[in-house]
């Protein structure tokens, strides 16, 4: 898919993805193209010098994360996957290496299933590209083989900070190659909703193609969001007026498609290293956009045989699957926090 058809693409979700009522006035909101997707951010009740700092600081601190944080280009992130595959130490800055121990963290919790070390696997299945779908042929079984056999996890790496709060990086596992791209926009949401709360912003909602992270109220009113039907539409609105984030996974947004015409998930179960199958998409609720974002991945890997044990792990009341004929299934958490739309309701099933 071209960028700009992406960008129409994205923009069509994020007007469906971000309702708010028409009778306040409009908040103040800002757009950046940042990890390949549209972002919206939109703040309530800030004068507007206190907007457009924020606005310029968030513009330059997206930049750099989409410059440090990236899987292939080349950047601070390339050069640490070097490094561990030389089996070398390397310095890095404090971002990652808070992305990294908050990777190991997810990892363990969600038994493995949100891996952000089988960067190897992800570029191997050609998913380290930004058009889709996917030219690449399909991996032979034995090169896929190989890497699953190696283990890379994000716990092969050891971090040692100096006196003057330098890190130093060092993988075990000179199969470990870092793709954050199942966590990047979540933790990016996270810092810019930290920036905003500093600046004594009152509310914020940062809605990254369809994943969003909000704080406080918008005039007193909660923020609205609207979770993606990967089939089209929306499944429903969640409203909230706390610090939480709604994240959706899926295999409808990216894929490739093998010679048969097939389409294969841009997610990969690391137990495996093959595109899962199963469900289309997985959606969360949770306190903060690293973990809703890890969580939405894990989920998707996890399916509807295992979702209980990333929902324990992971500490998650209220997600929703989808599989692959379109249905739809919804903790009883997220049956009372949903407003779902018209025909829906009767459709959902309860997972208990
Ligand atoms: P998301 O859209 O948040 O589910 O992230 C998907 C992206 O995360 C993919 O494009 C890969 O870069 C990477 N990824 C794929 N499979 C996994 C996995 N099992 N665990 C962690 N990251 C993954
Ligand atoms: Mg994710």
Redesign the pocket.
């Known amino acids: 898919m071209t960028r700009a058809r992406n960008l129409l693409r994205i923009w069509a979700s994020l007007t469906a993805g971000l309702l708010m009522s028409c009778s306040a006035p409009a908040p103040d909101n800002a757009e950046f193209f940042v990890f390949g997707t549209l972002v919206e951010v939109a703040i309530a009740n800030a004068d507007s010098a206190t907007a457009q700092s924020s606005f310029q600081e968030l513009q330059s601190m997206f930049q750099s994360m989409h410059r440090d944080w990236h899987?292939w280009e080349p950047g601070q992130l390339t050069a640490i996957n070097e490094a561990f595959a030389a089996g070398q130490t390397i310095s890095a800055d404090q971002s990652i290496a808070i992305l990294i121990q908050q990777s190991q963290a997810l990892e363990s919790a969600s038994g493995g299933?949100?891996?952000?070390a089988?960067?190897q696997l992800?570029g191997l299945w050609g998913?380290h590209t930004s058009d889709y779908p996917i030219q690449a042929p399909v991996p032979s079984a034995t090169a896929i083989a190989r890497l699953v056999t190696a283990q890379p996890s994000s716990l092969d790496i050891r971090l040692t900070a100096d006196a003057a709060q330098q890190w130093q990086l060092h993988s075990a596992n000179v199969a470990v190659q870092l793709?954050f791209?199942?966590?990047a926009?979540?933790y990016a949401a996270d810092l810019a909703i930290e920036l905003l709360r500093s600046k004594a912003v009152p509310g914020a909602i940062v809605n990254a193609g369809g994943d969003v992270r909000a704080y406080g109220t918008r005039e007193g009113q909660p923020w609205r969001i609207a979770v993606q039907n990967p089939l089209g539409g929306i499944i429903g609105i969640i409203e909230t007026a706390a610090d939480e984030a709604v994240?959706t996974?899926?295999n409808y947004?990216?894929f490739g498609e093998d010679e048969n015409g097939f389409r294969y998930a841009?997610?990969?179960?690391?137990r495996t290293g093959w595109p899962v199958k199963q469900v289309l998409s997985a959606s969360v609720i949770a306190g903060s956009g690293i973990v809703a974002?890890?969580a939405?991945?894990?989920l998707?890997?996890a399916g509807l045989d295992e979702w209980r044990e990333v929902a324990v792990g992971m500490n998650l009341d209220a997600l929703l699957l989808t599989d692959e004929s379109g249905q739809v299934y919804m903790t009883r958490e997220m049956r009372t926090r949903i407003e779902l739309t018209e025909g829906m309701a009767k459709a959902v099933v309860l997972l208990d």
């Open positions: 899987a299933r949100f891996n952000p089988i960067g992800v998913f793709d791209g199942g966590i926009k979540g994240f996974s899926g947004q990216r841009h997610i990969l179960d690391p974002d890890a939405a991945t894990a998707v890997v």
